[in-house]
């Protein structure tokens, strides 16, 4: 996480019951100048190299027939990923319990001095509340 590189406590809550609770979809195109420069300021573009899938990033139109009628061999630059494994990337990048699993906020209020006081909408098992 950016925030943490840079030296700011940060915590998470995330409605999801657990990092398994759902099956994450299928692939995502990262493109440079968003979702690749993000995980090189976050120090996670190595480990994003290792999940492209190769030629994720190729194109074809066909016909109802089958036959190829437009191509692009794709040049790298939004290379595709598996969602799952991009989404185990970035939260074993975390500092450990920083997120709040079963968590929702439901109102944020902006104090002085840049803090902020929040209300969450946590399960009576909640291990935070």
Known sequence: MVVNRHGIDATIYELEASATARHQGSVLDMHEESGQ???????????????VIPSGDEMRLLDKSGTVRWQDSGNGTRPEVDRGALRDILLQSLPANCIHWGSKVTRVVKLEGGRHVYWLECPVTCPHC
């Open 37 to 51: 420069l993000a995980l090189r300021k976050a120090g996670l573009f190595e480990a994003f190299r290792k999940i």
